[in-house]
Structure formats: C-alpha cells, structure tokens
C-alpha cells in the first residue's frame, strides 16, 4: 500500500523523518481502515461554513447504512429530541453541523469494531466513553476544558485508535501487549499508539488540535490543553469500568466530581445503545 506520509508537524519534538518511517511502516504492516467515501466527503462539506444543510443530507443519503445511523442519533439525549426526525433533512438540522462531524466520526469508528471481535468491542466501549467524558469536561468549562471546544468528543473518541490499527494487524502481537507500554508497542509494531492514531487522524484530514491531542493523550513534557482533557477523559471511562486494558487505582479518576462520572455513566448507557 502506497500512502503519501502526513506533511503537518504532527509529532512534537520527535524528529520529522522518524514520523515518516513510522508511518510507511504502519502503512506496509497493518490494516489502516479508510474512513466510508460518504463519510469522508460529508466530513469535508460540514468545514465549510458555506455548505447547506440539503448539500450535506444529499451526501449522506448517498450511503443507506450511514443515513440510518444519522437518522437514529438524531434521537439521542445529547440533542433533545423525544421522536425521529421525518427525513434526513431534520436530522441534520437537529444535530448541527459539529453534531453531524461526531456521528461520521462515530459511525466510522464503530463500522471497524466487527461485531463478533471481542478485544475491537472492547476498545469501542472505551473510546465512546472517553469522547462522552471529553465532551462533559468541555461543557463544565473553565481552563484546559474551555479550550479542548467543539474537538473534545471526536479526541477523545479517536484517542486509542491506534490501538485498533495494531488489532487489526495483527491480533496476536497486539494481545502480547497488556498494560500501556511503549517500548513493547515500538518493538512490534515500529511506533506507539499514539504516533499510529495521529498518522490515521492526519489520513482523515483532521484538525490539526485533534492530531496532536491523540499525540499527547498520555502527557509528558508540553501537552496541549485538549490532550489534557482526554487524558482526564481516559481515566473517567476507566473509571465507570470501560478502561482499554486492566488498570491499577493510581490511573483511576481521582479527583473528579462524582456527578461528573455518574452522568458520564448514565450518558454512556443510553449512547451505546443507539449503537448497537
């Protein structure tokens, strides 16, 4: 597979030509999903601040699965909506264009996970969580929160990606990994997790924010404020029992309201659901 490498300063400090072998390396060895061609293009359409809301309907209509999936998440509690919206149309306008961006991001996410693959449904459990909890943190405001914005939910649901983009590769290597270790992940794969994520969030045309929060998930040195907003988000989903690997209590969610986890709890029940 031939994929032009990503040209944005998506690592940091780590050296621009390691970047590029790790992600020709990720490219060769593992199964890099595409994001579904609607999907992609409806993504594109919602940027643009001169897009109507019957372009974007009329690209999404084009994939039934996908329109369906807009069409069900238009009822989630997020949007306050008791009954389905009568077209695609309404849906959109129920949702937004920022809600509409998160469904596409989810629904592609969520395609990737197979259904009958345990260790994909479990790292899907996990994303979805950490995106609701993003979000929540976002909406309390105030500091790093206020600054993650509209990005929060699409960081926190991609954090972990390449995690999946390791199970996808190879199942068996991936399940020698255990608890977070990145020299274990450089040895098998040529790049940790959070390299791989911001090489596939770079292939999905992302917001640059969105690239370097998957960089910075896991701290140290300068982390930019949305990374540290899904860092807190992690350990939330953990902490309501979606962690992506076993966990000790020194990564829980210390220090966070109990209101907060509960209604990222409840939240995560009913967003789930709308899923499956």
Same mark, same amino acid.
């Given at each position: 597979?031939?994929?032009?490498?990503?040209?944005?300063?998506?690592?940091?400090?780590?050296?621009?030509?390691?970047?590029?072998?790790?992600?020709?390396?990720?490219?060769?060895?593992?199964?890099?999903?595409?994001?579904?061609?609607?999907?992609?293009?409806?993504?594109?359409?919602?940027?643009?601040?001169?897009?109507?809301?019957?372009?974007?309907?009329?690209?999404?209509?084009?994939?039934?699965?996908?329109?369906?999936?807009?069409?069900?998440?238009?009822?989630?509690?997020?949007?306050?909506?008791?009954?389905?919206?009568?077209?695609?149309?309404?849906?959109?306008?129920?949702?937004?264009?920022?809600?509409?961006?998160?469904? %596409?991001?989810? *629904?592609? !996410?969520? @395609?990737?996970? $197979?259904?009958?693959?345990?260790?994909?449904? =479990?790292?899907? &459990?996990?994303?979805?969580?950490?995106?609701?909890?993003?979000?929540?943190?976002?909406?309390?405001?105030?500091?790093?929160?206020?600054?993650?914005?509209?990005?929060?939910?699409?960081?926190?649901?991609?954090?972990?990606?390449?995690?999946?983009?390791?199970?996808?590769?190879?199942?068996?290597?991936?399940?020698?990994?255990?608890?977070?270790?990145?020299?274990?992940?450089?040895?098998?794969?040529?790049?940790?997790?959070?390299?791989?994520?911001?090489?596939?969030?770079?292939?999905?045309? %992302?917001?640059? *924010?969105? !690239?370097? @929060?998957?960089? $910075?998930?896991?701290?140290?040195?300068?982390? =930019?404020?949305? &990374?540290?907003?899904?860092?807190?988000?992690?350990?939330?989903?953990?902490?309501?029992?979606?962690?992506?690997?076993?966990?000790?209590?020194?990564?829980?969610?210390?220090?966070?309201?109990?209101?907060?986890?509960?209604?990222?709890?409840?939240?995560?029940?009913?967003?789930?659901?709308?899923?499956?």
């Amino acid at each position: 597979m031939t994929i032009t490498p990503p040209v944005s300063e998506t690592a940091g400090t780590i050296a621009r030509d390691n970047v590029r072998a790790v992600f020709n390396h990720i490219a060769e060895t593992c199964d890099l999903p595409p994001m579904p061609a609607a999907a992609a293009r409806a993504l594109r359409l919602a940027r643009d601040p001169d897009t109507t809301t019957e372009e974007l309907a009329k690209v999404v209509r084009s994939d039934p699965a996908l329109a369906a999936r807009v069409l069900t998440m238009s009822c989630s509690v997020l949007y306050l909506r008791r009954t389905q919206p009568r077209s695609l149309h309404e849906a959109i306008v129920t949702v937004g264009f920022q809600g509409l961006r998160r469904i %596409l991001m989810a *629904a592609s !996410v969520r @395609a990737a996970s $197979g259904a009958d693959d345990t260790v994909a449904q =479990s790292l899907w &459990a996990h994303s979805l969580a950490t995106a609701l909890a993003a979000d929540e943190i976002t909406k309390a405001g105030g500091g790093e929160a206020a600054a993650g914005g509209g990005d929060a939910f699409i960081a926190g649901l991609l954090h972990d990606v390449g995690k999946l983009i390791f199970h996808l590769g190879d199942p068996k290597a991936y399940a020698q990994l255990g608890l977070f270790d990145a020299a274990k992940e450089h040895a098998f794969f040529g790049a940790t997790h959070d390299v791989a994520g911001a090489c596939v969030a770079e292939i999905w045309e %992302l917001d640059n *924010a969105i !690239v370097q @929060a998957i960089l $910075g998930h896991h701290g140290g040195g300068d982390v =930019s404020p949305l &990374a540290a907003v899904v860092a807190r988000a992690d350990r939330i989903a953990t902490e309501i029992g979606y962690g992506s690997v076993a966990t000790t209590d020194a990564v829980r969610a210390a220090g966070e309201s109990p209101e907060l986890v509960e209604r990222v709890r409840t939240l995560f029940e009913s967003e789930r659901a709308l899923f499956d």
